[in-house]
């Protein structure tokens, strides 16, 4: 199963691969005050669900959220900091 995976500390999106096995989806660009910003979306590939246990060790907590409307896939967040 695909997975969007992102890291918690990434809240400013800096786009930094979140993890060894995340692939790179697409990447946006937005303008917003003479600034670009960019959005990428990165996934991983989860086959089973000692896989999914095998990526939580790796990387700790480990949060999975159900798909969102407007996304292709569910998501697992790398929970690596605080956020409320």
Known sequence: MKFIV???SDYKGTNIQPCDEAVLENKEE???ENEIYFWATWTVE????EALC?????????????KEDDEE????????????
């Open 6 to 8: 992102y890291r918690t």
């Open 30 to 32: 937005e303008l917003r």
């Open 46 to 49: 989860i086959e089973s669900i």
């Open 54 to 66: 095998e990526f939580c060790n790796k990387y700790g907590d480990v949060i999975i959220h159900p």
């Open 73 to 84: 896939f569910p998501s697992l967040e790398i929970y690596d900091g605080y956020r409320e």
